[in-house]
């Protein structure tokens, strides 16, 4: 599993909700999204630890 596919489905979902900075989804999406971009190597180091646990087999990754 590569980081880059889950910010993906998280900028997906970042970007089906109306951009409304008064609304806690949005901000919620918007700043964890900011975040893990920024953050992108730790995020991988994660995900690789993850997958290595069995997290995403059943996505199809981490066989």
Known sequence: MKAETL??????LRQDVPKDPSD???LTLHHVFCFVSY???DFQKYVSEEAAKG???EFGEGK
Do not use: T
């Open 7 to 12: 910010l993906a489905e998280l900028n997906r």
């Open 24 to 26: 806690i989804e949005w």
């Open 39 to 41: 953050k992108m190597g």
């Open 55 to 57: 997290a995403f087999k």
